[in-house]
C-alpha cells in the first residue's frame, strides 16, 4: 500500500465527513429523533471505522467503531433517547477531529483517547461525558 | 479474460483501495458506485462479471441493493463488504443472493482470492 497516497486520501475524506457530521449533530441537537441525521452519523463513523483500520490508525477505528455502536442502538431505538448522547457524539466528534489534526501533523498514527473509550462501555457515560464536554 | 467489476462503496478511499488491490491482479473496475441506487443503475448499465458491494451506503442499503440486482439479473454476482461487528448483516445478504464477502480491513490475498473463485463459479 502506498501509505502517503492513502494517508491522504484519508485526511481529504475524514476531514469532510467531520464536517457532516457536525453539521449532523447541530440538527440533532434540535431533535435527538433525526432519523436522517442518525443515519448520516452513523455512516460517518462507519467509514470513519473503515479507513482507520485500514491505515493502522487503531484509535480512529476504535473510537468510531463504539461511537457507530452506540448509534446504531440509537438507531433502532427511533432516535437519541437520552438528552445527554448528543453531548457525547460531540465529545467523540471533538476527539476524531484531534486524531485526523494529529495525523496531518506528524503523518503518524494518533494516540487513543483512553477516556471516551472508557465512557463508551459505560452505561453511564453520557452523563458522564456531558460533565467532561 | 479479463473479470470485470462494479466496485460500490459510498468512501472513495475504500474504492480507490479496492481498485489497487485488484487491477494488478488482471480485474477490470469497469465503474464505481458511491450509494445503493448508483451501484444498481451502475450494473444495469456496465453488467459487469462482479459487484463488490458494501453494506453501510446512502440512498438504499447493500442489501436492498443486492436485492435489486438480482432481481434484475438472478446470475449476478454480488460480494459484500463488510467490517467487525456486520456478521448479521452478511447473513441476510448471504440469504437476500449475494455469493460471497471480503472483510475490512482488506487482506489484499483473501480479497484476490475470494473474487477468483467467485469469476470461476458458474452462473
Redesign the interface.
Known sequence: MDLAKYRNLFLEEATEHLAEIGQALLTLEKDPRDGAALDLVFRMMHSMKGMGASLGYDAVSELAHRLEDRLGAWRKGGGIDDGQGVAMLFRGLESLERMVAAVRDTGEPPPPDAVLLALLGDPESPKKALRLS | MTVRVLVAD?????R??IR?IIEPEGFEVVGEAADGRAAVEEFSRLQPDIVTMDI???KRSGIDAVKEILALDPTAKVAMVS???QEALVTEALAAGAVDYIV???KPDSVISTLRKIAEKAP
Open positions: 459510498d468512501a472513495r478511499f475504500m480507490q483501495l489497487d453501510v451506503m446512502p467490517a467487525l461487528g475490512k480491513p482488506f
